[in-house]
């Protein structure tokens, strides 16, 4: 039941950071996301690993999507905290996909190839829908690369959010799994 639970409400922060941010009304949205994923951490099996997992991938997401940013492919909505790295309501989506790596999402652990080819259709898909709906633009025609670059960036991803997430586990936790 917290898979179901997890899936719905990283669903239900991503609907709600992505119109928040087209709208530009998005600190309801990241607030509430936040309490979410602070209430995940505590309920982990051990918080302190989950935590370094969530800040390991939003570092990438940063990373990642600044750079897209950066090199003109895409415009997000709501430039807080500054002009040159990714909003901050994409950073909470990164801690979303986080709280799901343990959880909704584990049945992915140690299918590598499913992981990549999963990553590089759904990553694009999301960035395309989260445009569709207003929160972001493509720069400058750039769309099919953009998809593109976002569909290796997502390729990578998977598999190293998992590994990261299989070594957030506890040892005695990990036998279980």
Known sequence: MAKFWNFVLFQAGWFACVLGAAHHQVLWPVIGTLAYVAFHVWRSQSPKLELSLLLKVLSYGILTDSLLMYLGFLDFKGAWPSPYV????????????????????????????????????????????????????????????????????????????????????????????
């Open 86 to 177: 990714s909003p901050v309501w994409m950073w909470v989506l990164w801690l979303l996909v986080a709280t799901t790596l343990n959880s909704s999402l584990s049945w992915l652990k140690g299918k590598l190839f499913l992981g990549v080819v999963l990553g590089a259709i759904s990553g694009p898909l999301s960035y395309e829908a989260g445009i569709r709906l207003g929160a972001a633009n493509w720069d400058s025609g750039s769309q099919i690369l953009g998809l593109g670059l976002i569909s290796v960036v997502w390729a990578i991803a998977m598999p190293l959010l998992f590994y990261w997430a299989r070594t957030s586990i506890k040892p005695s936790l990990a036998k279980n799994l």
